[in-house]
T-cell receptor, first 116, second 108 residues
Framework: DGGITQSPKYLFRKEGQNVTLSCEQNLNHDAMYWYRQDPGQGLRLIYYSQIVNDFQKGDIAEGYSVSREKKESFPLTVTSAQKNPTAFYLC???????????????FGPGTRLTVL | SQQGEEDPQALSIQEGENATMNCSYKTSINNLQWYRQNSGRGLVHLILIRSNEREKHSGRLRVTLDTSKKSSSLLITASRAADTASYFCATDAGDMRFGAGTRLTVKP
């Protein structure tokens, strides 16, 4: 089955620790995204990547890092510099549709991160 | 920063009624998309409307786009209890930006 997967579903972290959230897709999409969602809120863009070995900061990149070494994978590291990391993290992928921009985004099931 | 702003923040209707949600945005866009999210889940794509389109239909969904007013609306006709979810608009202006969403409750 084609799709996008995230792991783990739930993650607990002690203050001061870095943690890495996994995101994998087998849809052959060029573009991948990381979003953060706080309770009752919309999605805020952390980082996105339109091609392998390249990525751009979104609106709230501070305290986060990413890599895009493979087309299929876009892991997100939440570092100890992120002051309030407890949130729901969503990964997505999409195709580019030429001049019409970004196509439909496919979302993973999300990772709920809690800092203890 | 949020690009899209949905209105209303919450909407409660009876089954069979129509639900209308609005989205306003600030910059020029390539396209606008609507998504649905059930509680605690990932988002599901509903419909994409390009900047040169004015209206689009998909089943019980009707989306309009007015680029001169920088606004869009999502109409769900003949709503069902299963339509209860949060609905988000997302704008593509080189990257994707989501609004805060409308929480729709459809009462049986």
């Amino acid at each position: 089955d084609g799709g996008i997967t995230q792991s783990p579903k739930y993650l607990f972290r002690k203050e001061g620790q870095n943690v890495t959230l996994s995101c994998e897709q087998n849809l052959n999409h060029d573009a991948m995204y990381w979003y953060r969602q706080d309770p009752g809120q919309g999605l805020r863009l952390i980082y996105y990547s339109q091609i392998v070995n390249d990525f751009q900061k979104g609106d709230i990149a501070e305290g986060y890092s990413v890599s895009r070494e493979k087309k299929e994978s876009f892991p997100l590291t939440v570092t100890s510099a992120q002051k309030n990391p407890t949130a729901f993290y969503l990964c997505a992928s999409s195709v580019q549709i030429g001049l019409a921009g970004v196509g439909e985004q496919f979302f993973g099931p999300g990772t709920r991160l809690t800092v203890l | 920063s949020q690009q899209g702003e949905e209105d209303p923040q919450a909407l409660s209707i009876q089954e069979g009624e129509n639900a209308t949600m609005n989205c306003s945005y600030k910059t020029s866009i390539n396209n606008l998309q609507w998504y649905r999210q059930n509680s605690g889940r990932g988002l599901v794509h509903l419909i994409l409307i390009r900047s040169n389109e004015r209206e689009k239909h998909s089943g019980r969904l009707r989306v309009t786009l007015d680029t001169s007013k920088k606004s869009s609306s999502l109409l769900i006709t003949a709503s069902r209890a299963a339509d209860t979810a949060s609905y988000f608009c997302a704008t593509d202006a080189g990257d994707m930006r989501f609004g805060a969403g409308t929480r729709l409750t459809v009462k049986p």
